[in-house]
């Protein structure tokens, strides 16, 4: 039974901590518009596409895992539009689908650069699942708080700005604006409340030759009742191939990353994060991996550097 009670409030504790804090992904820069729905490209015809799969705090029971998926494009000059979808876990218990479509209208300064207003437009599925905590009969199998299943959909909407030139980017956003609360018990006893989070990404790119560009990287993340989050990073890019970074997150991990562009239009990656937190004595880390392709119907695009997501 004290096994029971230690698996229940290990998955409230997460449940807290995941209501507090979205999903961390090292290689944010590569799925900036999950996070930022003013994010944009420019490049007419060329479809992006790409994948994530990050998996947290492995040996942890219970320890969360997320992936999505991401769709952007511009339609004209002005506007770009996209689609992501992106699913949250927690164990076999907790579980978030979010499907949201973005779209963007950009401003070009020729030379001084460009400047985007996003909108991301909504919703979330949220599912608890007490099924799998596997519960011995006689125990809190019979607590009324835990005996159904929960199930609940939120519609929500999120806003952001986003501002490049060749060498740099700066981009703020709220992928979503509106509290959500979820019950995980019918009387209301537990709850997952999600908070608005705030988002500042920024880099520069520095050509240390015609071979070697240098791109150190910043996102900082805010949220009421927790910490501020904070990424460093520092990108090397050989040849428009080969991209290896380092970074470190503020008192919770120090992060490798890799990169290799296959072919001009796909790319995939790896992240390690060693977690130097509290966690470290239950954990080996975390792992992410993406890939991304771009589909260029008018074989305009010729290179990864074209875009600040890839330097």
Known sequence: MRKIYLQLITLLTATLMWSQQDVQYTQYMYNMSVINPAYTTGTIGVYNLGALYRTQWVGVVGAPTSSNLFFHTPINEKVEIGLSYVNDNIGDIVKENNIFADFAYRLDFENKGNLSFGLKV??????????GLNLESGGMATDPNFAENISQANFNFGTGVYYNTEHYYVGLSIPYLLKSTHFISENGQYQNIQQPHLYLTTAYVFDLNKNLKLKPGLMAKAVEGAPISLDLTANILFQNRLELGIGYRLDDAV????????????????????TISNLDAFSSGSHEFFILYNLDSFNINKGFDKSPRFF
């Not at 909504?122 to 099924?131: C, E, I, V």
């Not at 992060?255 to 060693?274: C, Q, S």
């Open 255 to 274: 992060m490798g990353l890799i990169n290799f562009g296959i072919t001009p239009e796909l790319r995939i990656g790896y992240a390690y994060d060693y």
């Open 122 to 131: 909504g919703a979330s599925f949220f599912n608890m699942d007490f099924t």
